[in-house]
């Protein structure tokens, strides 16, 4: 039986490093299925959700974590947001800007995922309940997404860090989908990073272990190895989608009172799809009059 989706986060305090570890393969299974997205869209949006299943490992309260890659691939755009829902399980929500990207298998017998995204940028912004967002931008290294991750927490935060992310899929849907992300603590010595990649590398596919039923659990101890740890987060992950009507009224606002009234004599209804979970709004001509009237 698959495992649920879970987030686990710990700390091997004496081996100098936190370690957050992610099933995710239902979430990834149903933004495929709500997006549609072809086998390597398919790879690319779950790696990038389920890097925000692991940044997200660090939130408290109303805040949010967001991640955006904008590349010259075929892809064009990714994003995935992250944030705490009321029941205190991690929501989130992804989508690319064209679904329906599928590429040869590469060199190695995986996604093409790089190909996809091309070259280009990711950011990483995070809303806090006060302040303003932080924002990081850096060029992407490889679009693979887990070198791009690790490459923003080592320019951005100065944070050596280990990302591995997987997504396995087949014609039928996604099989396995999960990650790990490990961090240096402030302090450590060069030799907990050497160790942490040497783990790193020595680690079987993480959709391998997942397909063969390991957990959040155990991928924890997969990149860990014998270095104790000392349990932090535990965190219940699925989709969740931010849209609401009044959203969707204020998105349509945006248009201006001229466009709106065109819209309102052109057709009797007017309906706006959600991009991240594709769920339709209908307004009807008279609500967008009216809409057009308040402006």
Not at 34 to 58: E, K, M, Y
Not at 153 to 182: R, W
Request: charged fraction near 20%; charge should be negative.
């Amino acid at each position: 039986m698959p495992m649920p989706d879970l987030l686990l986060g710990a700390t091997a305090q004496e081996a100098g490093f936190t370690v957050v570890a992610a099933i995710a393969t239902d979430l990834v299974a149903e933004v495929q299925e709500r997006h549609d997205l072809w086998p390597t869209a398919a790879a690319a949006v779950g790696r990038l959700a389920i890097g925000a299943v692991l940044f997200g490992a660090s939130l408290k309260g109303s805040e949010r974590i967001s991640l955006h890659i904008a590349g010259d691939g075929p892809l064009q755009s990714l994003t995935a947001d992250g944030w705490l829902l009321d029941d205190g399980s991690l929501g989130v929500r992804a989508y690319a800007r064209d679904p329906h990207v599928d590429l040869p298998i590469d060199s190695r017998g995986k996604f093409d995922v790089g190909g996809a995204v091309g070259t280009g940028s990711l950011q990483v912004t995070k809303s806090y309940e006060v302040g303003q967002p932080y924002l990081g931008v850096v060029p992407l290294q490889t679009g693979e997404i887990a070198e791009d991750l690790a490459s923003y927490l080592a320019q951005s935060e100065q944070i050596p860090s280990v990302v591995a992310l997987g997504v396995l899929a087949n014609p039928s849907g996604v099989i396995a989908a999960g990650g790990v992300l490990a961090q240096v603590l402030p302090g450590a010595d060069e030799r907990a990073v050497a160790a942490l990649e040497a783990r790193a590398l020595a680690m079987p596919a993480i959709t391998k272990l997942i397909a063969e039923g390991a957990g959040a659990h155990e991928l924890l101890h997969a990149l860990g190895g014998d270095a104790e740890l000392s349990a932090h987060r535990s965190l219940d992950v699925r989709f969740a989608c931010l849209c609401t009507p009044q959203k969707v009224e204020a998105m349509l606002a945006g248009l201006g009172a001229d466009e709106l009234r065109k819209m309102a004599g052109s057709r009797e209804e007017t309906e706006a799809i959600c991009e991240f979970c594709k769920k339709p709004y209908v307004f009807t001509s008279g609500e967008i009059l009216a809409l057009a009237a308040r402006l």
